[in-house]
């Protein structure tokens, strides 16, 4: 009977192991070895440099603007965070008209991301777009949203908060009927108010659906590529909409530099998991465990 | 029962071969897989171009496999890494000489002087000689594609908007100067806001700096110039279009409505076009247009513009080399699938009698063809780019260069800045070539 199981469970997870294997650990393997070459992708010719590559791209004046940028993109957290608690809050308690906002809120996230973009690139458009149009009505002219380096960013970081507010209020709602009634029940026979039980209750006990939207975010956020591809030629004018990925996509198809692209790439896994550990190191001040 | 489904298989086999399907197909059939990017328009033409060559030769059958441009690069190096590249795709001049190094796509050479689809010395040398590279230096030796087209870069103008302004188009024999130039285009240029016609598109800075004497490179390609006042007076001409004259619609406007678009709804009134342009103005332009000789500079009275290509290469690790040689060949060269390409408003034909007979005599604007040709055949010039192992540099160049439409910076505190990089960047390209 043991045996039997150990059989099932064995052919229920080979193929995920072996999609792990195959689409995970050995790409990666293959990136960590090409990080050490100077293959351009085209022939087999792969050469050993060392770390001749990692000293390239460290050197080199667009990647740092590349990192900035990148960590622009880190922005919207707290207000995307802010505004789909309140959404999920909203919709938890049945507020009128939630129906609308849920729909209006959940779309961007279920929608094609290119669609999205070329919605945003008609609705930021410096001429005849609804924002710069409104802004018109009341005499200010709007600014070059998608043209201008100070102002691209901003219309990313917007679009990538918007995007993310449903998805976050789906989660933290999750979050909320997970609460036990009763926790509200012995508050209101101790007479807290409102504000009181949601500071002292409802909010303690999401922190860990709002930890997980951290994690989740940061790491979206840092590989912002596909907004940055559809909204700028050459990421946007003096490199100024230009992320990490969008560099090591630059370097690996633009220029045939493939052993650049991965050691890019590699440092650059290294620093995202550098950060998700002092998540988790920091998380213990403020995720609420359990009883 | 038995009855029955033997029946069902009989009609289902008379169904197939009655709608043309190959349900029995021939043995050693083959089928090549093509590759390309290109607009709604470019990719019917290629369709029926297929087709063409499907009933010219029925033995192959081909793949045709269409992606965005902007997902080009990315899709054929991932198809070439996991070996399967595809037997026939497009290829940019400036990618030949990698390409060729890596030693993925074919050498044609010994099929351009034999073969069954055209005659070499009725194509645009110059169109040939984009694929030409012998290991060093681009435009000699071996050919390593096909050319799908070679495209001169005119200069189109709204023929009612010059009218109503009272200017006549300068001719081959008298082109206008670049004052001549400003003056028809501040003419041209009239009212406010949306409405707004504007005298011409932002200006080719190409033209401008050909026309003047400078380039980016020098002679050998291995010094960048982008600093020598040549170069500098024509960027800053180009940019005082704007800044100065305001004939042109501002860097923020551009990104507003691109410039084809503003052109059909004629709020401007010159623009530089490509044959390739010539099929889409048919549908949307809604009054008369022709094209015209680019102007030159006072300081050389020289006309210069580039023409562009896109080259149809053969993957090296085709299983059919010699089919799909025949394919890229048949796409570039033969006189159905050229002539597709003129009803269809793509491209100029690459055959030179083609060209100077069946696509002149076409009575569909523009009236002026004959300005393609004479690119072509006399000042037309590759880009500077293609000469170079990677162009890096000038993306570099491009990248930075709004810092100068927008006045932030003058062209010539513009290019002291960034020449250093670009040298940086050209070296770099001409070390990956050495290794």
Redesign the interface.
């Known amino acids: 009977m043991r045996r039997h199981e150990t059989a099932w469970g064995l052919a229920f997870v080979t193929p995920i192991a072996l999609q792990v294997i195959l689409f995970c650990i050995v790409p990666v393997g293959i990136a960590i070895y090409a990080g050490f070459t ?1 293959w ?4 087999g ?1 792969q ?1 050993f440099i060392g770390l001749e590559n990692f000293a390239t791209f460290l050197t080199d ?1 667009y990647f740092w603007i590349a990192s900035g940028n990148t960590l622009v993109m880190l922005v919207p957290i707290p207000f995307y965070l802010f505004f789909g608690i309140l959404l999920a809050v909203g919709v938890h308690r049945g507020t009128p008209g939630s129906g609308v906002f849920r729909i209006l809120f959940f779309l961007p996230y279920i929608s094609s991301i290119v669609a999205l973009v070329v919605l945003w690139k008609w609705i930021f ?5 609804l924002v710069n149009q409104g802004l018109a009505l009341i005499g200010i002219q709007g600014p ?1 949203w ?3 380096p100070a102002w691209i960013k901003t219309t990313i970081v917007l679009m990538i908060a918007w995007k993310l507010i449903g998805i976050t209020s789906i989660y933290v709602l999750a979050g909320l009927n997970n609460i036990s009634e009763t926790y509200y029940e012995a508050a209101r026979i101790d007479g807290a108010s409102a504000a009181r039980q949601f500071f002292q209750i409802t909010l303690p006990m999401l922190t860990p659906a709002i930890f997980f939207l951290t994690i989740i975010g940061v790491i979206g956020s840092l590989q912002t590529f596909v907004e940055v ?1 559809l909204f700028t030629a ?2 946007g ?3 100024s909409a230009a992320t990490i990925t969008y560099y090591i ?1 630059q370097k ?5 530099e493939l052993g650049l692209a991965s050691a890019t790439a590699v440092f650059f896994a290294l620093v995202i998991l550098g950060v998700t550990l002092i998540q988790f190191r920091l998380s213990r001040r403020w995720v609420f465990e359990g009883e | 029962m038995k009855k029955r489904s033997a029946a069902f298989a009989l009609i289902t086999a008379a169904a197939l071969a009655l709608s043309g399907c190959s349900a029995a197909q021939p043995a050693g059939d083959k089928t090549i897989t093509f590759m390309g990017w290109g607009s709604p328009e470019e990719i019917t033409a290629f369709k029926t171009m297929i087709s063409q060559y499907e009933h010219k030769y029925p033995h192959v059958k081909v793949d045709y496999i269409t992606v965005p441009d902007t997902d080009f690069a990315t899709k054929l190096q991932t198809m070439i890494a996991s070996k399967k590249t595809p037997d026939v795709f497009y290829l940019q001049p400036e990618k030949v000489m990698p390409y060729a190094d890596a030693g993925l796509i074919a050498d044609l050479s010994s099929y351009v002087k034999n073969n069954e689809v055209f005659k070499a010395d009725n194509v645009w040398k110059k169109a040939l000689d984009m694929y030409r590279y012998d290991g060093k230096s681009p435009g000699k030796g071996a050919v390593y594609g096909l050319p799908k087209d070679i495209g001169p870069f005119t200069l189109a103008y709204n023929k009612d908007l010059f009218d109503a302004a009272g200017i006549t188009a300068p001719t081959d024999d008298a082109p206008w100067t670049w004052d001549q130039f400003e003056a028809a285009a501040k003419k041209l240029t009239h009212g406010t806001g949306a409405d707004k016609v504007y005298g011409s598109t932002p200006y080719s800075v190409e033209s401008a700096v050909w026309s003047n004497g400078g380039d980016w490179l020098n002679a050998n390609h291995t010094k960048v110039t982008v600093t020598d006042p040549k170069f500098v007076d024509a960027l800053q001409w180009v940019a005082d279009l704007n800044l100065k004259d305001h004939v042109v619609p501002t860097p923020a406007e551009q990104s507003a409505l691109p410039d084809y678009q503003r052109f059909v709804d004629g709020k401007v009134a010159m623009m530089g076009i490509g044959p390739w342009n010539q099929g889409g103005l048919w549908n949307d332009a809604k009054f008369n247009w022709d094209i015209m000789p680019w102007p030159v500079s006072p300081a050389t009275g020289k006309e210069a513009i580039w023409y562009g290509s896109i080259g149809l290469a053969v993957s090296n690790t085709s299983k059919d080399k010699s089919d799909a040689s025949n394919l890229a060949a048949f796409l570039a060269f033969n006189k159905d699938a050229q002539q597709t390409n003129i009803d269809k408003g793509q491209a100029i034909p690459n055959l030179v009698d083609m060209a100077k007979n069946n696509y002149l005599k076409t009575d569909k604007a523009p009236a002026n063809k004959q300005e393609f040709i004479r690119i072509i055949e006399d000042y037309g010039r590759r880009a500077t780019q293609t000469y170079t192992y990677n162009s890096d540099w000038f993306g570099t160049f491009n990248a930075n260069v709004a810092s100068v439409w927008k006045g932030e910076k003058t062209a010539a505190q513009y290019t002291a800045s960034i020449q250093d990089e670009m040298q940086k960047q050209l070296d770099d390209g001409i070390a990956q070539q050495g290794k």
């Open positions: 100077n351009n992708g085209l022939s010719r050469d004046k458009n410096y001429q005849y777009g070059d998608l043209g201008d591809q050459d990421g004018r003096d490199y996509w690996a198809f633009g220029s045939n």
